[in-house]
C-alpha cells in the first residue's frame, strides 16, 4: 500500500483510529486490506491535506461526500477548499492547466525530486480523472522528455520515472480490472530485458488495450520458465511481449504454455513505421498500427 499511495503504514494506521479516515477490512489474522475505494480515499486525503485542509475537516467532508454519493447526488465539497479559481480555470480550459501540470512534472523528472513528483501528482490527481492523469500527464511528460536529447543525467532520470510510471500504470489496470470473460480476455504483458522500463509509447499502448480487455503486468523479476508458469496458472488468452525497437527476439518457453494461450511479440518503432510481421512473427511498426493489429488478434 506505501508503494502505491507514497503514504507510510504508521501514518494511514494514525489516519485510520485517530481520524476515523479510512476503514480496511481486516483478515482473520488481523491484517489489514485495502480495496482499490480505499486508495481513491487515501488519495482523496492527500490532495485535501496538499491544500492546507485539516484532517478533522478532511473526515467532516468525506463524511458528507459519502451521504452525497449514497443519494446519487455530486459531493458539494468534492472540490477543494482552497484555491477555487484553479477549478474553474479547470473547467473551462483543462489543456492549459494540464501544461502546467506537465512543465512542472518534467522539471521535477529531470531534477529526479521524489517530493516534487508526489506534490504534482496529488495535484493533477485532484482535478483530472485517474485515466486523464495517466494518459495526459505522466504518460505524455514521460514522452516529451524521452524526445529531449540531452539534459543532465537524462538516462538515469527516464529509467527512474519509468519506473514510477509503470507503478502507477498497475494501479490504473488494479483499477479497470474485469472478470475475465470471452468478451473481455485475460491479456498478460511484458518486457523481455528484465529490469527495464517501460517507454512511454508502451504505456499508451497497455491502456488502448485495457479498453478493450483485462490487462495485468507480469513481474519483471521472474525468470522465463517462472513467466510461463504464471500465464498457464492465470489461464491467460493471450500473451504479449514487447521488444525494445533494436532488441532481437529471444527465446521464449513456448513449449510450456497451454493450448488456450496464444503468444504476441511486439516491437513499437516510430509512429512513421508501417506496420510489418517478421518471419518469427514479430509485429513491428508505430504504436497506432501495432495497437489496431494487437487488438484485432485478441479480438
Known sequence: MSNITGVNPITLRAWERRYNLIRPTRTATGHRLYSAADIQEIQRILALSAQGVGFTQIAQILARESRSTANHQVPADHLPLAAPELNSELLTAPSAQGKGLIESLKQAIIHMDPLALRRIEQQAMMWLPPDQVMRSILIEAYRQLEQRESWPDR?????????????????????????????????????????????????????????????????????????????????????????????????????????????????????????????????????????????????
Open 155 to 299: 538516462d538515469l532520470g527516464l529509467h527512474w520515472f519509468g519506473h514510477h510510471v509503470r507503478q502507477r500504470l498497475e494501479w490504473w489496470l488494479l483499477q479497470q480490472a474485469k472478470k475475465p470473460a470471452v468478451s473481455h480476455p485475460l491479456v498478460l504483458i511484458d518486457t523481455t530485458t528484465d529490469h527495464r522500463p517501460l517507454y512511454s509509447n508502451e504505456c499508451q499502448l497497455i491502456m488502448a488495450l485495457a479498453g478493450k480487455c483485462t490487462v495485468q503486468l507480469i513481474t519483471a523479476t521472474l525468470s522465463e520458465p517462472q513467466r510461463a508458469r504464471l500465464v498457464n496458472r492465470w489461464q491467460a488468452q493471450h500473451w504479449i511481449r514487447l521488444l525494445e525497437p533494436s532488441e532481437p527476439q529471444p527465446d521464449c518457453p513456448g513449449d510450456l504454455l497451454s493450448g488456450s494461450t496464444r503468444l504476441h511479440w511486439c516491437q513499437i518503432i516510430s509512429d512513421e513505421q508501417a506496420l510489418s510481421i517478421t518471419p518469427n512473427g514479430v509485429c513491428q511498426g508505430g504504436l497506432t498500427r501495432c495497437q489496431r493489429y494487437l487488438l484485432e488478434q485478441i479480438a
